[in-house]
């Protein structure tokens, strides 16, 4: 089974959407917990209606990417015994019957053994997903599609702003993971996420000597933009700008895919910012740290 919802693909032409989502894409506001009195899930599902197929077919490692990223968080609600927010249950990038699956209540290994039946076909890194719940628990399930998602999307990527893209969203987590490691004092080496722009032997080499300071300047330079706080959001959050930043300089092409992949990373970002403040709200923030586009 597929990851992404099928939908009948869109007749508009490419320049035509291209044209909309430049007039659109201002529109967005990050800091806001509505756009324009539209939820960030809806501006995804409008925009994924409207691709044409030869359009579909570029982004899909991308659109897998959002898709992946909602299955892993409706996961770690569904195993906390939550029911997920709707902002992230309403996005219809996700096929409907991967939602249904994650929201059945039963026993969490019965849960994995479907989803891996119904993976494995289509994504060979979902093979083995049972004995990985049974070995590293719900955390090395998300690892699993997590890292899966990106490797297999990289390998597919034919646009060099999606593959970036993709690299980018590498480095972000495994930098997270480090500082993630740090905080809880473990012992046990990271299992970072290769195919980044940062080399992971360095990485590895931050992580046993915990080099705070070299983990900041690494970041920085990522991000393009000095690191104000080492905590976790704050981290999070200047990467993620970072990522803004490059793909708004890529999207001035106006005919450039990179129109579209602007345009849905800042309505998903829009989304991740109004969860992560529910959470915060609620003082759930566990359920969304280092969880991002991937």
């Not at 803004?244 to 970002?269: K, N, S």
């Given at each position: 089974?597929?990851?992404?919802?099928?939908?009948?693909?869109?007749?508009?032409?490419?320049?035509?959407?291209?044209?909309?989502?430049?007039?659109?894409?201002?529109?967005?506001?990050?800091?806001?917990?509505?756009?324009?009195?539209?939820?960030?899930?809806?501006?995804?599902?409008?925009?994924?209606?409207?691709?044409?197929?030869?359009?579909?077919?570029?982004?899909?490692?991308?659109?897998?990417?959002?898709?992946?990223?909602?299955?892993?968080?409706?996961?770690?609600?569904?195993?906390?015994?939550?029911?997920?927010?709707?902002?992230?249950?309403?996005?219809?990038?996700?096929?409907?019957?991967?939602?249904?699956?994650?929201?059945?209540?039963?026993?969490?290994?019965?849960t994995i053994a479907r989803l891996e039946a119904a993976l494995s076909?289509?994504?060979?890194?979902?093979?083995?997903?049972?004995?990985?719940?049974?070995?590293?628990?719900?955390?090395?399930?998300?690892?699993?599609?997590?890292?899966?998602?990106?490797?297999?999307?990289?390998?597919?990527?034919?646009?060099?702003?999606?593959?970036?893209?993709?690299?980018?969203?590498?480095?972000?987590?495994?930098?997270?993971?480090?500082?993630?490691?740090?905080?809880?004092?473990?012992?046990?080496?990271?299992?970072?996420?290769?195919?980044?722009?940062?080399?992971?032997?360095?990485?590895?080499?931050?992580?046993?000597?915990?080099?705070?300071?070299?983990?900041?300047?690494?970041?920085?330079?990522?991000?393009?933009?000095?690191?104000?706080?080492?905590?976790?959001?704050?981290m999070e959050q200047s990467l993620l700008q970072g990522l803004t930043?490059?793909?708004?300089?890529?999207?001035?092409?106006?005919?450039?895919?990179?129109?579209?992949?602007?345009?849905?990373?800042?309505?998903?970002?829009?989304?991740?910012n109004q969860l992560l403040r529910q959470a915060l709200a609620l003082?759930?923030?566990?359920?969304?740290?280092?969880?991002?586009?991937?």
């Amino acid at each position: 089974m597929k990851l992404l919802a099928p939908t009948q693909p869109a007749e508009l032409p490419t320049e035509a959407l291209l044209a909309r989502l430049r007039g659109r894409r201002g529109l967005i506001d990050l800091r806001a917990d509505q756009i324009t009195e539209t939820p960030a899930t809806d501006v995804v599902n409008w925009v994924y209606k409207r691709l044409n197929s030869r359009l579909r077919q570029q982004l899909e490692a991308f659109l897998d990417q959002l898709a992946m990223r909602n299955l892993i968080l409706a996961l770690r609600y569904t195993f906390a015994g939550e029911t997920p927010p709707a902002a992230l249950w309403n996005n219809a990038l996700l096929a409907k019957p991967l939602r249904r699956l994650v929201a059945t209540t039963g026993e969490s290994e019965t849960t994995i053994a479907r989803l891996e039946a119904a993976l494995s076909s289509n994504y060979p890194f979902a093979v083995g997903l049972s004995a990985v719940y049974q070995n590293q628990g719900p955390g090395g399930v998300e690892q699993r599609l997590a890292d899966g998602i990106l490797h297999h999307g990289l390998v597919r990527a034919g646009n060099m702003t999606l593959k970036a893209t993709l690299r980018y969203l590498i480095d972000v987590r495994n930098c997270l993971m480090i500082n993630k490691l740090w905080r809880w004092q473990t012992s046990q080496a990271p299992r970072l996420t290769t195919g980044g722009l940062l080399a992971t032997t360095s990485l590895q080499q931050i992580w046993a000597s915990h080099d705070s300071e070299r983990l900041a300047r690494l970041t920085s330079r990522l991000a393009g933009q000095a690191l104000l706080a080492t905590e976790a959001i704050a981290m999070e959050q200047s990467l993620l700008q970072g990522l803004t930043r490059f793909l708004r300089r890529a999207g001035r092409d106006p005919l450039g895919l990179a129109v579209v992949i602007e345009y849905l990373w800042l309505a998903q970002l829009a989304s991740h910012n109004q969860l992560l403040r529910q959470a915060l709200a609620l003082d759930r923030e566990e359920l969304l740290e280092e969880v991002l586009l991937s």
